[in-house]
Protein backbone atom coordinates (compact mmCIF):
# COMPACT_ATOMS: atom_id res chain seq x y z
CA UNK A 1 0.00 0.00 0.00
CA UNK A 2 2.91 2.42 0.30
CA UNK A 3 3.43 2.23 -3.34
CA UNK A 4 1.72 4.82 -4.97
CA UNK A 5 1.06 2.69 -8.52
CA UNK A 6 -1.02 0.08 -6.32
CA UNK A 7 -3.12 3.09 -4.39
CA UNK A 8 -7.09 2.94 -5.38
CA UNK A 9 -9.21 4.82 -4.00
CA UNK A 10 -11.26 2.17 -1.89
CA UNK A 11 -8.66 1.88 0.54
CA UNK A 12 -9.34 5.48 1.86
CA UNK A 13 -13.14 4.05 2.02
CA UNK A 14 -11.68 0.85 3.75
CA UNK A 15 -9.90 2.84 6.35
CA UNK A 16 -12.94 4.05 7.96
CA UNK A 17 -14.37 0.39 8.47
CA UNK A 18 -13.35 -0.52 12.20
CA UNK A 19 -13.52 -3.93 11.12
CA UNK A 20 -10.83 -3.95 8.51
CA UNK A 21 -7.21 -4.73 9.72
CA UNK A 22 -5.17 -1.88 8.29
CA UNK A 23 -1.67 -3.58 8.18
CA UNK A 24 0.28 -5.72 5.34
CA UNK A 25 -0.61 -9.36 5.62
CA UNK A 26 1.05 -11.34 2.75
CA UNK A 27 0.14 -14.83 3.15
CA UNK A 28 -3.61 -16.04 3.54
CA UNK A 29 -5.08 -19.26 3.13
CA UNK A 30 -7.43 -19.45 0.04
CA UNK A 31 -10.85 -19.26 1.68
CA UNK A 32 -14.24 -22.28 1.18
CA UNK A 33 -14.82 -21.62 -2.38
CA UNK A 34 -17.14 -24.09 -2.97
CA UNK A 35 -19.55 -23.08 0.12
CA UNK A 36 -19.18 -19.29 -0.98
CA UNK A 37 -20.37 -20.33 -4.54
CA UNK A 38 -23.23 -21.64 -3.19
CA UNK A 39 -24.15 -18.11 -2.10
CA UNK A 40 -23.49 -16.49 -5.26
CA UNK A 41 -25.58 -15.85 -8.13
CA UNK A 42 -24.39 -16.32 -11.75
CA UNK A 43 -26.98 -15.56 -14.22
CA UNK A 44 -24.34 -15.40 -16.96
CA UNK A 45 -20.30 -15.82 -16.96
CA UNK A 46 -18.45 -15.27 -14.13
CA UNK A 47 -15.03 -14.82 -12.32
CA UNK A 48 -13.70 -14.47 -8.78
CA UNK A 49 -10.65 -13.73 -6.75
CA UNK A 50 -9.79 -13.96 -3.34
CA UNK A 51 -8.86 -10.06 -2.13
CA UNK A 52 -6.57 -9.93 0.83
CA UNK A 53 -8.07 -6.31 2.30
CA UNK A 54 -4.59 -5.95 4.56
CA UNK A 55 -2.83 -5.22 1.02
CA UNK A 56 -5.20 -5.16 -1.34
CA UNK A 57 -3.56 -8.25 -3.35
CA UNK A 58 -5.28 -10.77 -5.11
CA UNK A 59 -5.03 -14.59 -5.48
CA UNK A 60 -7.12 -17.73 -6.88
CA UNK A 61 -8.45 -16.30 -9.39
CA UNK A 62 -10.75 -17.79 -11.67
CA UNK A 63 -9.68 -18.15 -14.97
CA UNK A 64 -12.58 -16.39 -16.65
CA UNK A 65 -11.22 -12.89 -15.40
CA UNK A 66 -8.53 -13.09 -18.02
CA UNK A 67 -11.35 -14.15 -21.07
CA UNK A 68 -14.34 -11.81 -20.04
CA UNK A 69 -11.50 -8.64 -19.66
CA UNK A 70 -8.95 -9.73 -22.58
CA UNK A 71 -6.13 -9.91 -20.27
CA UNK A 72 -2.60 -11.44 -20.21
CA UNK A 73 -2.17 -12.40 -16.99
CA UNK A 74 -3.81 -12.41 -13.75
CA UNK A 75 -4.32 -9.16 -12.17
CA UNK A 76 -2.19 -9.19 -8.34
CA UNK A 77 -3.90 -6.08 -7.04
CA UNK A 78 -6.89 -4.74 -6.75
CA UNK A 79 -6.10 -1.50 -8.61
CA UNK A 80 -5.85 -3.35 -11.72
CA UNK A 81 -9.35 -4.53 -11.33
CA UNK A 82 -10.64 -1.24 -10.65
CA UNK A 83 -8.72 0.24 -13.63
CA UNK A 84 -11.18 -1.73 -15.80
CA UNK A 85 -14.59 0.20 -14.29
CA UNK A 86 -15.98 2.80 -16.20
CA UNK A 87 -14.95 6.20 -14.96
CA UNK A 88 -18.20 7.30 -14.57
CA UNK A 89 -19.13 4.37 -12.21
CA UNK A 90 -16.22 5.03 -9.93
CA UNK A 91 -17.55 7.57 -7.95
CA UNK A 92 -20.84 5.64 -7.51
CA UNK A 93 -18.60 2.11 -6.61
CA UNK A 94 -17.23 4.49 -3.88
CA UNK A 95 -20.43 5.16 -2.50
CA UNK A 96 -21.17 1.63 -2.71
CA UNK A 97 -18.29 0.94 -0.13
CA UNK A 98 -19.15 3.31 1.78
CA UNK A 99 -22.70 2.30 2.19
CA UNK A 100 -21.68 -1.27 2.79
CA UNK A 101 -18.99 0.03 5.82
CA UNK A 102 -22.55 1.76 7.51
CA UNK A 103 -24.62 -0.92 7.05
CA UNK A 104 -22.14 -3.36 8.82
CA UNK A 105 -21.57 -1.08 11.39
CA UNK A 106 -24.78 -0.62 12.07
CA UNK A 107 -25.38 -4.62 11.97
CA UNK A 108 -22.69 -5.57 13.94
CA UNK A 109 -18.58 -6.46 13.51
CA UNK A 110 -19.39 -10.06 15.19
CA UNK A 111 -21.67 -11.23 12.35
CA UNK A 112 -19.51 -9.85 9.21
CA UNK A 113 -18.91 -12.87 8.22
CA UNK A 114 -22.65 -13.97 7.71
CA UNK A 115 -23.00 -10.73 5.28
CA UNK A 116 -22.80 -10.54 1.48
CA UNK A 117 -22.97 -6.93 -0.38
CA UNK A 118 -23.89 -6.62 -3.97
CA UNK A 119 -24.29 -3.94 -6.68
CA UNK A 120 -23.87 -3.41 -9.88
CA UNK A 121 -21.00 -1.66 -12.41
CA UNK A 122 -19.88 -1.21 -15.63
CA UNK A 123 -16.45 -2.75 -16.29
CA UNK A 124 -14.49 -3.27 -20.09
CA UNK A 125 -14.39 -6.10 -21.59
CA UNK A 126 -12.12 -8.46 -24.05
CA UNK A 127 -14.16 -6.75 -27.05
CA UNK A 128 -13.05 -3.02 -25.78
CA UNK A 129 -16.78 -2.41 -24.87
CA UNK A 130 -18.13 -1.49 -21.09
CA UNK A 131 -20.61 -4.22 -19.72
CA UNK A 132 -22.47 -4.31 -16.87
CA UNK A 133 -21.63 -6.65 -14.10
CA UNK A 134 -22.96 -7.45 -11.02
CA UNK A 135 -19.99 -7.36 -7.94
CA UNK A 136 -20.49 -9.67 -4.82
CA UNK A 137 -18.16 -9.57 -2.19
CA UNK A 138 -18.33 -11.82 0.65
CA UNK A 139 -15.95 -11.72 3.80
CA UNK A 140 -13.92 -15.00 4.22
CA UNK A 141 -11.42 -14.56 7.53
CA UNK A 142 -10.75 -12.08 10.20
CA UNK A 143 -7.72 -12.54 12.50
CA UNK A 144 -7.11 -13.16 16.20
CA UNK A 145 -8.72 -9.57 16.92
CA UNK A 146 -12.05 -9.87 14.86
CA UNK A 147 -10.72 -7.39 12.22
CA UNK A 148 -11.44 -8.57 8.65
CA UNK A 149 -8.34 -9.64 6.41
CA UNK A 150 -9.90 -11.57 3.10
CA UNK A 151 -12.85 -11.51 1.13
CA UNK A 152 -13.66 -13.00 -2.25
CA UNK A 153 -15.09 -10.73 -4.75
CA UNK A 154 -17.44 -12.14 -7.74
CA UNK A 155 -18.26 -10.87 -10.82
CA UNK A 156 -20.87 -11.99 -13.04
CA UNK A 157 -21.71 -9.98 -16.64
CA UNK A 158 -25.31 -9.38 -16.67
CA UNK A 159 -25.50 -6.95 -20.04
CA UNK A 160 -27.37 -9.83 -21.50
CA UNK A 161 -29.99 -9.59 -18.76
CA UNK A 162 -29.96 -5.65 -18.33
CA UNK A 163 -27.90 -2.70 -19.08
CA UNK A 164 -29.84 -0.71 -16.31
CA UNK A 165 -27.79 0.12 -13.49
CA UNK A 166 -30.24 0.27 -10.43
CA UNK A 167 -27.54 2.22 -8.41
CA UNK A 168 -28.44 -0.23 -5.31
CA UNK A 169 -26.78 -1.68 -2.38
CA UNK A 170 -27.86 -4.61 -1.42
CA UNK A 171 -26.18 -6.18 2.56
CA UNK A 172 -27.77 -9.44 2.86
CA UNK A 173 -27.19 -12.04 5.16
CA UNK A 174 -25.64 -15.39 4.51
CA UNK A 175 -26.37 -18.88 6.48
CA UNK A 176 -28.24 -18.59 9.52
CA UNK A 177 -28.21 -14.62 9.45
CA UNK A 178 -31.21 -13.66 7.38
CA UNK A 179 -30.61 -9.72 7.00
CA UNK A 180 -32.20 -7.65 4.21
CA UNK A 181 -30.49 -4.37 3.66
CA UNK A 182 -30.97 -2.38 0.75
CA UNK A 183 -30.33 0.89 -0.04
CA UNK A 184 -30.75 3.38 -3.30
CA UNK A 185 -28.15 5.46 -4.23
CA UNK A 186 -29.96 6.87 -7.20
CA UNK A 187 -33.75 7.28 -6.32
CA UNK A 188 -34.71 5.89 -9.43
CA UNK A 189 -35.77 2.17 -8.48
CA UNK A 190 -39.46 1.17 -8.69
CA UNK A 191 -40.12 2.29 -4.81
CA UNK A 192 -44.17 0.73 -5.44
CA UNK A 193 -42.42 -2.60 -6.81
CA UNK A 194 -39.55 -3.01 -3.86
CA UNK A 195 -42.07 -2.90 -1.33
CA UNK A 196 -44.48 -5.14 -1.84
CA UNK A 197 -42.51 -8.11 -1.66
CA UNK A 198 -42.61 -9.76 1.50
CA UNK A 199 -39.35 -11.12 3.43
CA UNK A 200 -40.37 -15.01 2.54
CA UNK A 201 -40.29 -13.70 -0.68
CA UNK A 202 -37.36 -11.84 -1.21
CA UNK A 203 -35.49 -14.99 0.17
CA UNK A 204 -37.29 -17.28 -2.35
CA UNK A 205 -36.11 -14.69 -5.00
CA UNK A 206 -32.68 -15.47 -4.43
CA UNK A 207 -32.96 -18.74 -4.51
CA UNK A 208 -34.67 -18.22 -7.59
CA UNK A 209 -31.57 -16.55 -9.21
CA UNK A 210 -29.26 -19.09 -8.04
CA UNK A 211 -30.79 -21.76 -9.51
CA UNK A 212 -32.41 -23.57 -7.70
CA UNK A 213 -35.74 -25.19 -8.83
CA UNK A 214 -39.34 -24.91 -6.75
CA UNK A 215 -38.26 -28.61 -5.01
CA UNK A 216 -34.95 -27.53 -4.03
CA UNK A 217 -36.44 -24.36 -2.38
CA UNK A 218 -38.76 -26.21 -0.71
CA UNK A 219 -36.16 -28.50 0.99
CA UNK A 220 -34.11 -25.39 1.77
CA UNK A 221 -37.10 -23.61 3.34
CA UNK A 222 -38.76 -26.08 4.87
CA UNK A 223 -41.76 -25.89 2.48
CA UNK A 224 -44.28 -27.75 0.82
CA UNK A 225 -43.95 -27.61 -3.20
CA UNK A 226 -47.02 -25.96 -3.57
CA UNK A 227 -46.43 -23.04 -0.90
CA UNK A 228 -43.77 -22.45 -3.05
CA UNK A 229 -45.19 -22.37 -6.29
CA UNK A 230 -47.87 -19.93 -4.70
CA UNK A 231 -45.01 -17.38 -3.81
CA UNK A 232 -43.72 -17.93 -7.22
CA UNK A 233 -47.30 -16.94 -8.55
CA UNK A 234 -46.87 -13.99 -6.40
CA UNK A 235 -43.38 -12.42 -6.88
CA UNK A 236 -44.59 -12.92 -10.89
CA UNK A 237 -47.71 -11.21 -10.01
CA UNK A 238 -46.36 -8.52 -7.68
CA UNK A 239 -43.25 -7.56 -10.57
CA UNK A 240 -45.23 -7.59 -13.41
CA UNK A 241 -42.90 -10.90 -14.68
CA UNK A 242 -44.45 -13.16 -17.31
CA UNK A 243 -41.63 -15.73 -16.78
CA UNK A 244 -38.20 -16.06 -14.83
CA UNK A 245 -35.95 -14.74 -17.36
CA UNK A 246 -38.52 -11.24 -16.80
CA UNK A 247 -38.41 -11.56 -13.30
CA UNK A 248 -34.17 -11.81 -13.20
CA UNK A 249 -34.47 -8.70 -15.20
CA UNK A 250 -36.48 -6.38 -13.08
CA UNK A 251 -34.87 -7.88 -10.22
CA UNK A 252 -31.55 -6.59 -11.28
CA UNK A 253 -32.71 -3.37 -12.56
CA UNK A 254 -34.28 -2.79 -8.75
CA UNK A 255 -31.58 -4.29 -6.74
CA UNK A 256 -33.86 -6.88 -5.31
CA UNK A 257 -30.57 -9.27 -5.95
Same mark, same amino acid.
Given at each position: $?????? !???? #? ?11 ? +? ?10 ? #???? $? ?25 ? !??? +? ?14 ? =? ?6 ? $?????? /???? $? /??? +? ?25 ? =? ?12 ? /? ?24 ? +? ?18 ? @? ?25 ? #???? =? ?25 ? @?????
Amino acid at each position: $MEDAEK !KHPL #IEVWNTYPGVRQS +GKKNLSIPPIER #IIGE $MFAIGEYYYYVLNLTNSTLSHHHENIL !KLH +GLKKYPENLKEVIDLT =HPDDIEFV $MKAEQT /VIQK $M /VEI +GLKHQLYTKASYCFRMKTASGKYELFH =HQAIPTMEDEHGQL /VQSINIHTNINHITKENPHTVLVSGI +GHRKDFHQVNLDCKVDDELL @ESLTKRENEILSLIAKGYSGPEIAKIL #ILSE =HTVRTHRKNILRKTKSRNSKELLKKAF @ENGLI
